[in-house]
């Protein structure tokens, strides 16, 4: 099986014609490009996933179309363990890590603004500078402000420590450049996967039907419901598990937020609120789900086989994973100590934890779960238009 050659697709098609201008594949997308082609030849894992439908519709796979299906693709596994032109074979057919490769060039591509879109291929340093900073900003400014962390007179009092529209503007702040930033990226992403000669418009039902596969983890069930395979050709719907009460936990922690906000603004009602009110209510429900999903998500992570997905990019996974993790415990230990004389520092900790993930936001996993949601309403939206392949032959 011969690699289709990436640098002679800006070659002259022909004596005085002009030439074709198509966009050179990168080294890994003419790698997805020539493992597709053995998969729309095979077609055996067809029902797996999202990808393989979408797969059928195309004979040639532009860039578009590459950029598009790898980010369909769950990482599930469960294509490289069925694959009988797996390695040792000669095809070496791992459609899970050639996608992943991918996947990782489209948020750096994509990335807004363009020159932080290497932060992706940095993601362990950044995670650990955006922790860094995001710790030193917050007990520097508990400092300056009350000269010591470990004022006891200050339990309980949260903006004693930091006044509440610092807060409001730092949090706001990084917060809504992290949406606009990853709002710019997957725009960006979704016209890079929409040629001008594609429609591209979602109806009710596809968005109704791409809400519902990216809220039930639906292309993590192997396709047969069992699950997807980690550490062997096992099945196993743990990982969907904690998928989901990592994304409910990070949701019900937001709301928690927002319900707490709501009390501020129209009630005049100040943090720290009672543990059985709304708000903790739903920040200790939120905070369980982040403590348990995104362990078990390290601990599968950990046993995973290398053959899938593409391992330089564990770091970046599991600094977002740990990050979360972070959120949940620092949460939970404030919480705890809020009356007593170590909440300043606590509060500290806690809000430095939650500033580097809002900073490290549109430039590392998280973004995974964007591209994702609009590679799946494409999907929805075009199975539902005509086949041009069947078309075509009739
Ligand atoms: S991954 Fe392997 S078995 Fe599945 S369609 Fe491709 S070539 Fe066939
Ligand atoms: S790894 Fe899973 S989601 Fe990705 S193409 Fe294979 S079967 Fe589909």
New binding site residues.
């Given amino acids: 099986m011969q690699l289709r050659d990436p640098i002679a697709v800006d070659a002259p098609v022909g004596q005085g014609e002009p030439y074709e201008l198509i966009p050179v594949l990168s080294v890994a997308e003419a790698e997805v490009d020539r493992q597709l082609h053995i998969c729309n030849a095979c077609r055996y894992?067809e029902g797996?996933?999202?990808?393989?439908p979408a797969m059928t519709r195309r004979l040639e796979f532009a860039k578009a179309d590459i950029h598009y299906?790898a980010n369909?693709?769950?990482?599930?596994?469960?294509?490289?363990h069925?694959c009988q032109y797996a390695a040792p074979h000669e095809f070496a057919v791992n459609?899970?890590q050639a996608?992943a490769k991918v996947r990782l060039d489209t948020y750096s591509d994509y990335a807004w603004p363009a020159a932080f879109g290497a932060l992706y291929r940095r993601n362990g340093l950044t995670m650990a500078l955006a922790g860094a900073a995001g710790l030193a900003l917050f007990l520097l400014l508990a400092l300056l402000v009350n000269g010591t962390l470990l004022p006891g007179r200050l339990a309980s009092d949260f903006y004693a420590v930091f006044p509440h529209n610092t807060l409001a503007l730092m949090f706001g702040g990084a917060f809504g450049f992290a949406v606009l930033a990853l709002g710019v990226g997957v725009r960006r992403f979704w016209k890079g996967i929409t040629p001008a000669e594609t429609e591209a418009v979602a109806t009710g039902a596809a968005t109704l039907e791409a809400s519902g596969a990216v809220l039930r983890l639906k292309?993590?069930d192997?396709?047969h419901g069992q699950g997807?395979n980690n550490e062997s050709d096992r099945f196993t719907l743990w990982r969907r598990r904690y998928h989901h009460l990592t994304f409910y936990g990070f949701m019900l922690c937001f709301a928690a937020t927002g319900v707490a906000t709501l009390y501020h603004y129209l009630l005049g009602a100040e943090a720290p609120y009672p543990v059985f009110s709304l708000p903790v209510l739903l920040g200790i429900a939120g905070g369980i789900g982040l403590v348990i999903g995104p362990a078990g998500l390290l601990v599968l992570g950990y046993r995973r086989d290398p053959a899938?997905g593409d391992v330089a990019q564990r770091p970046m996974d599991r600094g977002f994973i740990a990050l979360l993790l972070l959120i949940s415990l620092t949460g939970f230990a404030l919480l705890i100590g809020r009356d007593t004389g170590a909440m300043a520092i606590l509060l500290a900790v806690h809000l430095g934890v939650v500033m580097a993930f809002f900073l490290t936001m549109p430039y590392g996993k998280f973004a995974h779960g964007i591209f994702r949601s609009a590679a799946l309403l494409k999907y929805a939206i075009e199975k539902r238009q005509p086949d041009r392949l069947k078309l075509g032959s009739e």
């Fill in positions: 894992c797996f996933c999202a990808v393989f299906l369909l693709c769950h990482n599930c596994g469960a294509c490289l069925a459609v899970p996608m292309y993590l192997g396709g997807c899938q």
